[in-house]
């Protein structure tokens, strides 16, 4: 549009300028997570190298990391046997030559005849007497004064040289806002005396002085260490805490059954009486229920020992009460394990079961989407597909979840979002259209007021003790430490590969007895990597080898129809040998089931062995599970087969599970791709992980500010993941 009074039009706004494109080295920081001062700050060296001294070449011992300062002699390059840049370099007290396989122009420029030079490497006895292959080298002018500190070399990636990294992190070192947050008074109370403060320690680990002992670094027992692992863990544990104190301050409705309500009549109408066990834990649910503030708690219990009873009891106390529940298992088979035991006990009760997965779609699911949204639908089972976006509960009660470790991070932290949704804005009563059986709802709050749902977490791995004061401190724990009468230990035995004809034989001999059979593999299809016999294969071998036996096949690619096909007639004993993946680890309930046989047991985790053994013995026949290996076996292979021969007790496997593959890998951490404990070691480390228990709660209560400011320093997002 032209200007007023033929005044010339404004200038055109200038395009606003392109951010900077990032160098090569700055996108591997980004790799790496090193975004920012305090980042660099706590990325510690892997090792060090002396440059604080030299040594004379006439001195110098094979096998020994030296460094040395001369005159190049000469420089040239040979082709022998391969192409390579040989260098004279001499001292006065001796000669010594530096080689290069791989070598560049700048070498060449570098290591010029004249040039005075120092060399840093390996001594090797080489055809011209002593020699470093590919030594670090640099120029000099005589009398170059040498380092201070020992030269750290960090944990690096393509593309950032360690000069580079070096220089960054010196420089994040003096900027970092690394001053303590905490007084004095509270530093000489709760740390362990004779610890430097962070600033200090962090500079000491980056830069250590000449003479400092190696393996006090390496073992990381130095007071600088001690220093980081404790503010580490005091992190970890307030946060912990927090999280606690966060969870206090939410409502929940106050679940109670009425007397003679739903849970009396289930445990009347059950076939079977509970545990001493079992009703311990069902108390220690029904009281965190009853509280006004949502339940934390995680169930564990060995495989078989009873667990989806307790849940479907605290699922009637919830129901009860007039409110709903929803039960999430990770895999189909297992969901529907739940769901056919939940209908047989609660249907004839009075009480709708309602299914919901992933493979459920169309009309089907729409109606089911209506029922729950309703409010007409008490107590939903199903996968992670209960908290998908277009599943809305009228009013979500208690949420349970089974073998939550098996879901990733991002479904753990999915699921605490769709539980904080899922909680009713109002305490007003529902529709009249969902009655409770026990009469109107009860437990509300106040109009307006929001309501958490309850949370019950189960686990049939046992966590260690160890995991149990560090990454579960903020969930009350309760454990069924009793199997229920009648079951028969399961013998373990391992054999080589080369032995599954005897296998085989054993199979016969079951199925003759009218028994049935596992058979576990652990790939479908054919990988380039790794040779393993597919499921596919071992199911063809079996059926041959057992004409007129009727041969089953489970995989992961099988749709949910055809699936629950061949688990319906493994489970009716139509079947009496059943080839599958690891789809049937967890929940599958066959008492008839006698023998389990593991392909390529040293593939698989400990933990996971332990679930597939508890397939078997869970009626009153001796049971036997079989792990078939192909040597040569790893060490920790043989750790792995050797615990599940000497153990069946969950808790002595967890514990060894932990010691092989350390917590992040136990939990699953690795999923969020960060390791929740960076310095601290929980074996290791156990008394400075008492001191900080110990800590935690009293600097919590006298210094809040403090401890948030301590736990985004050490944590960050991370935070997160541990309320997952």
């Known amino acids: 549009m032209a200007a007023a009074d033929g005044a010339p039009p404004p200038p055109a706004a200038k395009p606003a300028a392109k951010p900077a494109a990032k160098s090569a ?11 920012g001062d305090v980042d660099l700050a706590l990325h510690l060296p892997l090792r060090y190298e002396d440059e604080t001294r030299l040594w004379r070449i006439a001195d110098l011992r094979e096998g020994a990391t030296a460094q040395v300062e001369g005159v190049v002699r000469d420089a040239r390059v040979e082709t022998r046997a391969r192409r390579q840049f040989v260098v004279h370099l001499d001292d006065g007290s001796g000669e010594l030559v530096l080689r290069f396989l791989h070598f560049y122009p700048s070498h060449r420029k570098l290591l010029a005849p004249g040039t005075r030079v120092r060399a840093m490497g390996e001594v090797r006895g080489g055809f011209l007497g002593r020699e470093m292959v590919h030594p ?55 740390w362990p005396p004779g610890l430097p ?68 009549r ?50 009637a106390v919830a129901i009860d009460a007039g409110w709903q529940c929803a039960l999430m298992a990770p895999t189909e088979i297992l969901a529907e394990q739940h769901f056919g035991k939940l209908v047989h006990w609660l249907e004839p009760l009075g009480v709708g079961v309602a299914w919901l997965s992933g493979s459920r779609k169309g009309r089907a699911r729409h109606e089911m989407l209506a029922r729950i949204a309703g409010g007409q639908a008490r107590l939903v089972v199903g996968t992670h597909a209960v908290i998908q976006h277009d599943v809305a509960f009228a009013r979500l009660g208690l949420a349970i979840v089974d073998e939550q470790h098996r879901f990733g991070v991002a479904q753990r932290l999915a699921l605490r979002h769709k539980l904080d949704d899922a ?60 199997l229920p009468p009648g079951r028969t230990p399961v013998v373990t035995k391992v054999f080589a590969d080369a032995r599954r004809d005897e296998v085989v034989a054993r199979i016969r001999d079951e199925v003759a007895h009218g028994r049935q059979v596992y058979w576990v593999c652990p790939l479908v299809d054919e990988s380039e990597h790794v040779d393993l016999r597919h499921a596919t294969e071992t199911h063809a071998q079996l059926a041959a080898a057992m004409p007129g036996v009727a ?88 750790q792995r087969l050797r615990a599940m021969v000497e153990t069946t007790d969950g808790f002595e496997i967890a514990r060894r599970d932990l010691a092989i593959r350390g917590p992040g890998e136990f939990m699953g951490a690795r999923q969020s791709g960060d390791a929740l404990l960076r310095f601290a070691d929980l074996d290791a480390d156990e008394p400075l992980l008492q001191r900080a228990r110990a800590a935690a709660q009293p600097l919590l209560d006298a210094h809040p500010e403090a401890a948030r400011v301590h736990v985004r320093r050490w944590l960050g997002t991370r935070h997160d993941y541990l309320k997952a």
Request: aromatic fraction near 4%.
């Open 197 to 264: 403060s962070l600033p200090e320690a962090l500079q000491f680990l980056h830069h250590p002085p000449p003479r400092t002992p190696l393996a006090t670094l390496d073992d990381r027992s130095h007071p600088a260490w001690q220093r980081l692992k404790f503010d580490e863990l005091l992190a970890q544990q307030l946060s912990q805490r927090l999280a606690q104190r966060e969870r206090a301050a939410l409502a929940a409705p106050a679940l109670r059954a009425a007397r003679g309500g739903l849970p009396e």
């Open 551 to 638: 041969v089953g096949l489970l995989h992961g690619r099988m749709s949910p129809a055809e699936k629950a096909a061949v688990m319906t007639q493994f489970a009716g004993g139509r079947m009496p040998v059943l080839v599958a993946t690891t789809v049937i680890e967890v929940g599958v309930d066959v008492p008839n089931a006698s023998l389990m046989v593991v392909e390529h047991a040293e593939r698989f985790g400990l933990a996971q062995l332990h679930q597939l053994r508890g397939r078997v013995g869970r009626g009153a026949t001796a049971s036997v599970c079989v792990l078939l290996y192909t040597p040569p076996l790893s060490d920790s292979g043989k």
């Open 266 to 315: 289930l445990l009347a109408a059950l076939p079977f009486t509970l545990t001493a066990a079992q009703r311990r834990v069902v108390d220690e649910i029904a009281d965190d229920l009853a509280r006004p503030q949502p339940m934390h708690r995680l169930l564990q219990g060995d495989v078989g020992s009873g667990k989806t009873v307790v849940a479907a009891l605290a699922a």
């Open 423 to 482: 909680a009713p804005a109002t305490g007003h009563p529902e529709p009249a259209s969902a009655p409770s059986p026990g009469g109107a709802p009860r437990g509300g709050a106040p109009p307006g007021e929001r309501l958490e749902p309850h949370l019950l977490m189960m686990s049939a791995t046992p966590i260690p003790r160890t995991l149990a004061m560090t990454y579960y401190a903020d969930l009350a724990v309760s454990t069924i430490d009793e």
């Open 136 to 190: 670090t080298c640099r120029a000099v002018e005589p009398g170059a004064p040498l380092p201070a500190t020992l030269t750290p070399v960090y944990p690096t990636t393509a593309g950032l040289p360690q000069a580079y990294l070096r220089k960054v992190i010196a420089s994040a070192l003096a900027r970092a806002p690394l001053d303590d947050p905490w007084p004095a008074a509270a530093r000489a109370a709760w």
């Open 25 to 35: 080295p700055q996108r591997a920081l980004d790799r790496l997570g090193l975004v």
